[in-house]
DNA sequence: ATAGTCTTCTAGATCGTTCTAGTCGAACCA
DNA sequence: TGGTTCGACTAGAACGATCTAGAAGACTAT
């Protein structure tokens, strides 16, 4: 079996160049003072060796590690996207990323500390459920960037998307489609449930419309759930809290026989992986993962880099059309 | 705007707690040597000051950082529910897991480097597809676990699930259904499609049948297409490379018209938590995720503690029946 | 009393970098 | 000529932990 060899050090490089450690790190690190030549001597000495250099003992001193922490959660497939968004941002910042998962049984207390143990400069929480004060708590320590939540005090920078705006057009939508009996399956405790489900009553009695909404959740068994409540006075067109909720709903009504969208039209909310399928095509409000996850990593490197002030961003969801929505039946 | 401060150092906890660095050390990692009430006094000092120990600079002197590297990749639902697992085992084993996502534009080979750098003192890599070569070049420098894969060379030890065995049981469960038109739809260049593919074949022979493969991949859109193949001379079971290809099968033959299980039965392949869906309830075999991943911990722990020859572990995965699947309809 | 053994604690070296504050010539300037 | 500036390079102190060696005191054994 083959010995764990020891890597080369920077005094082994130095030592081959017939240098000083300090010369050598500065050439490794590309930084102005080394004559082109011996810059070159260096090189090949290091390139021999097969020198890297050592990022524990390179970031204990100089204190940075370029590592932004991500915090998400690994049941939720929304937050698959922003990560898949986030790593590639990063890295055109010149930052890299470390990834934290809140699970069952595991809180995001506990992922906040293992992304700081591993040196995170900056911390990004998805959908964040901690409270405004723990998150100021933190926020001491390391910038933290709320991504999906906006209601986290001033010490902790927010970037979210627009759920009036989100709600607002998915009403205007359906209303401009001729609907008026449209109902809110809404998110339950999930973040961001309370303000979407206000703000559709809101702009339902804007259009001068009944609102009606029935209680769901943020899973497809919820969905389910809140589709046999709706099966008892079906409405013409409903709203669900996500994408995963609107499967739920879309799947209670194919086993009923409701057709969808000639019977009921159903507008889901992340234009999610799933929303896309060829076989599904729902319609949903599209909160443009890429674009939030580059705002949340742009955000968080700004701080590190100096930014003093916390921000909000906001970014105003769009509308992707699919075949789930339609013209309100004839006779509503 | 209050200052970001300095996060405090063993000394900072030394001075106020009226001891040495050295002594807060002991403490801190529990080691003997200190006496039980000056223990207590230095832990309430820590308390008190938020003190983290660094994990650099203890990487720096003593290369342990109770860490373990975990690569996935973020658009397989599958690997999600690993991920869980492995967490609760882990911290059941005193260690902490730093993760890394393959994503699109971000190569396994990355996702490796990011983890050595935070410290991972092991990687488990889930469905690695790196070549033996590169892995067993990586085991060189700490242990390596391959996880869902097992041709990894003798340097890398592996766990995975017998894609014999859960072939060779879903071919015999169909049998014994009284099955005989069973058609394999596979993997595509996905991780141990071949195997299952060949399995699913010699199986067939034994059992005198016909073996029939339709080519797919492990997407929902894969099994969408080749249901359309399939549709053509309609099999009385379909087996599918995984969940997420069976959901495109089936969602290909409810729009035909065609009925599951009475016209087809469908096996899937995950066990995913979308085949416990109440409007899913696909039959599928399942790896057992929590198994798998509390396995591969296992396996990165001990090595890392000193077992020195990689292994593999193989688990036999096991049926679970729901709704899918059912007797051959008569007269085939 | 002397030596030996424990227990509890500490000083100082060390890990592999980066950073600060120089040194040493050579070139430049008036 | 003597002073300043500049480029190339280096010694040694950080960074924040762990580890080794050993000191100080209490206790035991002879």
């Given amino acids: 079996m083959s010995e764990l060899q020891r890597r080369p050090t920077l005094m082994d490089v130095a030592e081959v160049a017939g240098v000083s450690r300090a010369l050598v790190s500065i050439v490794m690190r590309g930084a102005p003072g080394a004559a082109e030549s011996t810059r070159q001597r260096v090189l090949e000495a290091a390139r021999q060796l097969g020198y890297r250099a050592d990022s524990r003992a390179r970031l204990l001193r100089s204190s940075r590690t370029k590592l ?12 698959s996207e922003i990560v898949d968004a986030a790593y590639a941002e990063a890295s055109a910042r010149g930052y890299e990323i470390a990834l934290s998962a809140v699970a069952s049984g595991r809180p995001e ?103 009606v909404v029935v209680p769901g959740g943020p899973g497809e068994e919820d969905g389910m759930g809140a589709g046999q409540i709706l099966q008892e006075n079906l409405p013409t067109a409903v ?24 019977d009921v039209s159903v507008l889901g909310y992340d234009d999610s992986h ?36 916390p921000g909000s961003v906001v970014r105003t969801p769009h509308l992707v059309l699919r075949k789930t929505t339609t013209r309100a039946p004839a006779g509503n």
């Fill in 239 to 262: 709203i669900a809290f996500n994408d995963r909720s609107a499967l739920g709903i879309m799947e209670n009504f194919r086993a009923a026989g409701i057709r969808i969208p000639e």
């Fill in 274 to 309: 799933f929303a896309k399928l060829s076989f599904v095509q729902l319609s949903s409000v599209s909160q443009d993962a890429p674009l939030l996850a580059a705002a949340a990593v742009g955000r968080a490197v700004d701080r590190i880099e100096g930014a003093k002030s």
């Fill in 68 to 79: 932004l922490g991500l915090i998400f959660s690994s049941s939720q497939p929304f937050h």
């Fill in 109 to 211: 207390a506990r992922a906040i500390e293992t992304l700081l143990d591993v040196g995170a400069e900056a911390l990004i929480i998805i959908a964040p459920t901690l409270s405004a004060d723990d998150l100021a708590q933190h926020a001491r320590q390391v910038p933290v960037v709320s991504l999906l939540r906006d209601n986290v005090g001033d010490l902790v920078d927010s970037v979210s998307s627009d759920d009036y705006a989100g709600i607002a057009i998915a009403v205007d939508h359906l209303v401009s489609l001729g609907h008026s009996r449209i109902v809110h399956v809404d998110g339950g405790a999930a973040v961001s449930s309370d303000r979407r489900r206000e703000t559709y009553r809101s702009e339902m009695i804007r259009h001068g419309l009944q609102p």
